[in-house]
RNA sequence: GCCGGAGUGGCGGAAUUGGCAGACGCGCCGGACUCAAAAUCCGGUGGAGGUGAUACUCCGUGUGGGUUCGACUCCCACCUCCGGCACCA
């Protein structure tokens, strides 16, 4: 538990994750202003696994983009860690502190390119950095309190909007460069973040574009220490600061040398040093912080933690879990539009029956804020494995035989939740291997991802967006209460206020069709618009399949008795086609070969009842609830759930005679008819004889033919 | 700005390994059935030219180049859209 600056959004009455809160300052659900504020909260250690986290990603068959996702989260960098010594002030007096606070005198930074070190010219303290106050002069301490005071009293988003132009200003005091030995003056400046690093940064204008900005802008003094690999001499005062590797220059003093060294080399070289001079030492830093595990919610799981009078935090004892919520009537959360308002956790408003215990004579306060959805999502799927067991979460052997080699062996699920439930389970999975009580080092052995649903969204002048199910098209124009408003397509979802329910469409076709059509729309892991207009082809399709396996006046089943071979052979194909389909997530290929297999036997006249047994078998897993009553009517008692999967005859899927086309520099100008396993020569030869080719050839020479057997012939002439 | 993903008919999409671009569905057009409409069934449907109709010809997978007998697919450059991150030192 720790006193930090958290997210806090008073619109939802809660403080949110990092990961909660999208970059442009505004909660991932439903899209409120988010406030930065310090508050005490739960906080899950999740910067401790940060390294395997990032590294287990080798472990897992993913998505590429996901990984990287995480990885960029994450954040790992390597460098090194650097202790910039306080000069004593130049009008200061340094004996006045006390010897507690001489001994803090040093700002340690975090860079990733120690090896130019000879070029930080100045410091950037974070306006909230805790040396602020110790470092600023007299003369420079109204300016400084102002700066500070108008830091904080902007938000993260308009820090960011603001970005272009840099701001700060000097504290009049100075830090003494390892390398050099000089003096360097200390500012702040909100282009330097709190909470990354140690929240203070060594300025190297010449190698830094955020640094470089700065500079140009209060006229500082840029060095370089890096030319360009074959650069002939040290740059001129370029516009620009050159961020790349190259070789070190001006970058020596009487016990070390950088210059000549390759950047890796002067890395490593001026690391070693500084770690000799006991003013640094070489460090992994992540981007990734500490997960906030508070909320000021109802619905959330308990912390089994009781406070006491004295402020001691006690947990309760095994014997005592779960903690249930307390019955309330009230429990909704305490919402605001003032982000000065304070978080009110709705069990505040618990019975005092449950609020408080009593233990060994003294009264203790429950915890009274909960967990985030998350914690159960971060491992459900363990306890589906063994959802009834009330020994253990999960039986070990059970556990193995689910989660198996290498954990879940398909997990489908949307790109959204990249830095959200995918990297929390990762970590709750990781914490319980080392615990010993899962097999596997990760939980999602493959992840795929679906795509989104587009929607059409439409906002006002203001550009905030209305509900779409009440924008009407008029004179080509779209209207919302009379208003005009302009359409974009986007991720359907509440926060753009266009979401589908799929009631209405259950309703109107059933859900069948709606099966259907959403997988029909495209791949899988495609995102694609919703167009409604097009489910009724869907729809049409399992009319068809009913009216072809049903007598419509009487209810029977109407089969045929011979089976017609052309069908048959297509019904081998379609199987084996949806067999392939399903492997690869093909859903909506696998669904056009059924249409089409009912459209050919449609045409032909019908299908026997064993054509018929083995298509509905077929279109079970796309339509199940039609494909259970069809079995039902030819003649079955039980589920057709419990039915193998129908075969094919790897026989019925060749053709003896194949059409093969026949390209004359690369356009294709006839067909041949011919065996299926002739041979090339044989091709070249009917090729060659084949009337429309002969007559096209003539008066040339072919100089070249190309025989792909099964695929097609080229035939190159001039 | 950086990192990812994607651009194919009027629309959603197909083309499994470099081998007939546009499967299948929607929409649209025409026909059958009907007193009529709906539903259903049958046929047509990338664009341009061409024909009495059939043939047939040219163009065509975001743009420009390249590799190849052959490119939606591979390579280079660019454009647009979507997603993520964004002063991370």
């Known amino acids: 538990m720790a006193e930090v600056p958290v997210n806090w959004c008073p ?16 909660s991932e659900r439903g899209n409120h202003p988010v406030y930065k504020r310090p508050l005490n909260q739960w906080m899950l250690r999740i910067t401790a696994y940060a390294e395997r986290l990032a590294e287990d990603l080798e472990l897992v068959d993913w998505p590429e983009p996901i990984k990287l996702m995480q990885r960029n989260w994450i954040g790992r960098s390597e460098g090194a860690m650097i202790e910039f010594a306080l000069a004593p002030k130049r009008t200061g007096h340094l004996s006045d502190q006390s010897s507690d606070q001489a001994q803090q005198n040093v700002i340690p930074v975090f860079t990733t390119r120690p090896d130019t070190v000879f070029g930080a010219t100045y410091m950037v303290l974070a306006p909230e950095h805790p040396l602020v106050d110790q470092v600023t002069t007299d003369q420079q301490r109204d300016a ?13 988003t308009e820090r960011q909007i603001d970005s272009r132009q840099k701001t700060g200003v000097p504290t009049g005091g100075d830090a003494i460069n390892p390398a050099t030995g000089e003096h360097i003056p200390i500012w702040i400046a909100d282009y330097v973040m709190m909470g990354y690093g140690t929240g203070a940064i060594m300025a190297v ?11 140009k802008q209060f006229g500082l003094p840029i060095i370089e220490v890096v030319k360009p690999h074959g650069a002939p001499t040290p740059g001129d005062s370029s516009d620009q600061a050159f961020t790349g590797e190259g070789v070190g220059i001006n970058s020596a003093n009487n016990e070390v040398s950088l210059n000549g060294l390759p950047t890796r080399e002067a890395k490593k070289t001026i690391t070693q040093w500084l770690e000799s001079k006991g003013r ?3 460090k992994v830093q992540y981007k990734l912080r500490d997960w906030l595990f508070s909320r000021q ?32 009537n009230d429990f909704t959360p305490h919402t605001s539009d003032d982000p000065d308002a304070s978080p009110r956790p709705p069990l505040s408003r618990a019975p005092d029956t449950w609020k408080y215990v009593e233990r060994d004579g003294g009264r203790f306060e429950r915890e009274l804020n909960t967990m985030p959805q998350w914690a159960g999502s971060c491992w459900y799927y363990l306890r589906f494995c063994d959802p009834h067991n009330d ?11 689910w989660m198996g080699e290498r954990g879940i062996d398909l997990y489908v699920g949307g790109a959204e939740h990249a830095v959200l439930h995918l990297l929390y389970a990762r970590f709750w999975h990781k914490v319980l291997y080392d615990l010993g009580h899962v097999s596997t080092p990760e939980p999602f052995g493959h992840l795929f991802n679906q795509g989104y649903i587009q929607a059409y969204a439409y906002t006002d002048e203001r550009g905030i967006h209305v509900d779409s199910e009440k924008v009407i098209e008029q004179d080509g124009g779209y209207f919302f209460e009379g208003r005009a408003v302009s359409r974009s397509l986007g991720k359907m979802g509440k926060s753009l206020k266009n979401a589908v329910s799929p009631d209405d469409i259950c ?8 099966r259907l059509y959403e997988m029909y729309m495209g791949p899988l892991q495609a995102s694609k618009p919703w167009n409604p207009r097009d489910i009724i082809g869907l729809h049409r399709f399992l009319q068809r399949v009913w009216r072809l396996a049903v007598d419509e006046h009487n209810g029977n089943p109407a089969v045929r008795d011979e089976a017609d071979p052309a069908v048959e052979s297509q019904l081998h194909r379609t199987i084996a086609r949806i067999e392939q389909d399903i492997e690869r997530q093909a859903f909506n290929t696998a669904i056009a070969a059924l249409i089409e297999f009912i459209n050919l036997a449609t045409t032909a ?6 054509q018929f047994q083995r298509f509905a078998l077929a279109l079970a897993p796309f339509a199940p609830h039609i494909a259970e009553e069809l079995w039902c009517k030819l003649g079955h008692k039980e589920s057709l759930a419990y039915e193998p999967w129908p075969a094919f005859d790897q026989a019925m899927l060749t053709e003896n005679f194949i059409e093969l086309p026949v390209q004359l520099g690369g356009k294709v100008r006839a067909k041949l008819t011919i065996p299926a396993d002739a041979s090339v020569k044989q091709i070249e030869a009917a090729a060659l004889a084949d009337a429309k080719v002969t007559s096209l050839l003539k008066g040339k020479t072919v100089r070249k033919v190309v025989v792909v057997p099964g695929k097609i012939v080229n035939i190159v002439a001039d």
């Open 391 to 401: 020994e253990r979460f999960v039986d070990p052997t059970v556990e193995r035989y």
């Open 280 to 282: 640094g030492q070489p």
């Open 205 to 215: 204008p010449g190698h830094d574009r955020r640094d470089f900005e700065f500079a």
């Open 144 to 156: 400084v309190s102002e700066y500070v005071r108008l830091a904080a009293s902007r938000s993260d």
């Open 507 to 514: 309703e109107q076709y059933g859900c069948d069709t709606l």
């Open 297 to 328: 919610r109802y619905w959330g799981e308990p912390f089994p933690i009781l406070h006491a009078a004295d402020g001691r935090i006690v947990a309760l004892d095994e014997s005592e879990l779960p903690v249930e919520l307390p019955e309330m």
């Open 605 to 610: 006249g019908g299908l026997t009842l064993d």
């Open 11 to 26: 619109a939802l009455g809660t403080v949110l994750a990092n990961e909660e809160v999208t970059s442009d300052g505004r």
